[in-house]
């Protein structure tokens, strides 16, 4: 158990309404990430942080933002959600550079769009 | 482009009956290939990193194997138990990239 806590863990909203995920960890890793997955595509990298307020785009980061104002936790916030974003939303965390280590999951957070 | 497909999609075994998952790869510059085992509801929970051909781990019932093209996770003797999707992730540079995953049933 790496610690990894997300919220919501279910969320039905409708399209052009803002929405935040929150990614909370509590071992003080340093990199943080956000993934997409959906059936047919396997997990995809949305956006993912190195530090406090250092964050890095990507493979699929269009209609997607993210903070990070404290190590433990990384927020992806969805402007204007859109149909194409229903999908399960994972974070994860890795104990040092990107793919070098490991990543461990939360239990992530399941996202209908309306 | 890199890219990672895995193989079988699916894959059903009676409980003893031990195959092989394959995950294939085409990366520049590979720093590591990853095995994950997902239950349905679930986050991928991590198995084995692989960093180098010819390496090779082993869990219980499984062992992951690598060549320069691609991985196996080899299943012993599979028990019920280990029914899930299994994916595979090759790290390359700064990319991270998944398979689509093959979903494993075990049959009592």
């Known amino acids: 158990d790496a610690g990894i806590t997300q919220s919501p863990r279910h969320k039905v909203t409708e399209t052009g309404t803002p929405v935040t995920l929150r990614c909370h960890q509590t071992e003080n890793h340093r990199y943080m990430y956000w993934y997409r997955q959906d059936p047919g595509h396997g997990l995809r990298l949305i956006h993912y942080?190195?530090?406090?307020?250092?964050?890095d785009k990507g493979e699929v980061s269009d209609g997607y933002s993210v903070s990070r104002s404290k190590t433990e936790d990384f927020l992806l916030t969805l402007e204007s959600a859109t149909s194409s974003q229903t999908s399960v939303y994972f974070c994860?965390?890795?104990?040092?550079?990107?793919?070098?280590?490991?990543?461990?999951f939360g239990p992530g957070t399941r996202l209908t769009v309306t | 482009e890199d890219q990672v497909t895995q193989s079988p999609e699916a894959l059903r075994l009676q409980e003893g009956e031990s195959s092989s998952l394959n995950c294939s790869y085409t990366?520049?510059?590979?720093?590591?290939l990853f095995w994950y085992r997902q239950d349905p509801g679930k986050g991928p929970e991590f198995l084995f990193t692989?960093?180098?051909a010819g390496e090779e781990k082993e869990k219980e019932r499984l062992k992951a194997t690598l060549t320069k093209k691609e991985s196996f996770l080899h299943i012993t003797a599979p028990k019920p138990e280990d029914s899930a999707t299994y994916l595979c992730a090759v790290q390359a540079n700064n990319d991270m990239r998944f398979g689509a995953g093959t979903r494993l049933t075990v049959k009592p």
């Open positions: 990366v520049s510059g590979l720093r590591g």
């Open positions: 994860a965390i890795s104990k040092d550079s990107l793919g070098t280590y490991e990543q461990y």
């Open positions: 692989l960093y180098s």
């Open positions: 942080s190195y530090g406090v307020k250092d964050t």
